[in-house]
């Protein structure tokens, strides 16, 4: 386990953090009571089993839902998964705007000001009826998307007799995220994931 690092339930976002903001995170999601349902460990190599490709699978599925998100580093384990996703620099999406300007349709740029054709609107822009959309996807969303994803993927896969039941929930309620904080930081979280099968044995998730 890297130092500092804790796998717990409870809530461990930082309070006033962006979780939208460009940037790279360590993720890890846990497996419900972590039981191993995604494979096993055999000679320091994970072996996948069907429920483990499946989440390897949807998880390399996250940038057709998220085009805002690239993805590094990668494990599945037999009762958690690791990664590194990167949130890129997204554009803010505007919808038009109620109401005209000299006849003109408004929306809002990435800097957060009303344009007309491309031109900035100054001033105060109170009373001007807007309709305007931030779409804003934070990691939370990207998480939320995956875990569901393969909740329902793994329910049908029951339903057809692919996969065995499993006792309520895939996964456990939260999930475990660190900001990256440099160059230092990322290569030593990615030694971490390439090598967490060999060091299973001394992993805390390895009950």
């Given amino acids: 386990m890297i130092e500092g690092f804790k796998h717990n339930r409870r809530s461990i976002r930082l309070p006033h953090y962006d979780y939208a903001r460009a940037g790279y995170y360590f993720i890890t999601i ?3 009571n972590r039981e191993h349902l995604f494979g096993e460990i055999c000679d320091g190599v ?14 390399y599925d996250i940038t057709n839902d998220f085009p805002n998100v690239a993805l590094h580093d990668f494990v599945v384990m037999p ?17 038009p705007l109620v109401g005209t300007l000299d006849a003109k ?6 800097d957060g000001e009303i344009n007309c054709n491309g031109i900035p609107i100054k001033g105060n822009h109170k009373g001007l009826p ?3 959309s931030r779409e804003y996807k934070t990691v939370g969303n990207v998480i939320g998307a995956f875990k569901s994803k393969t909740t329902n993927t793994y329910i049908k896969m ?16 939260n999930y475990y995220e660190h900001v990256v904080r440099d160059e230092n930081d ?10 967490n099968p060999l060091r299973w044995n001394d992993d805390i998730l390895n009950t």
């Fill in 130 to 132: 807007l309709r305007l």
């Fill in 30 to 32: 846990t497996a419900q």
């Fill in 186 to 195: 990322y290569a030593r979280i990615a030694e971490y994931v390439k090598n």
């Fill in 79 to 95: 009762n958690h998964i690791h990664g590194i996703i990167q949130m890129k620099h997204h554009e803010t999406v505007g919808v």
């Fill in 158 to 173: 029951v339903k057809n007799n692919t996969l065995p039941p499993f006792n309520k929930r895939i996964w456990q309620r």
């Fill in 46 to 59: 994970m072996v996948l089993n069907v429920a483990g490709e499946m989440v390897q699978g949807l998880w």
């Fill in 105 to 110: 349709v408004g929306t809002l740029n990435a």
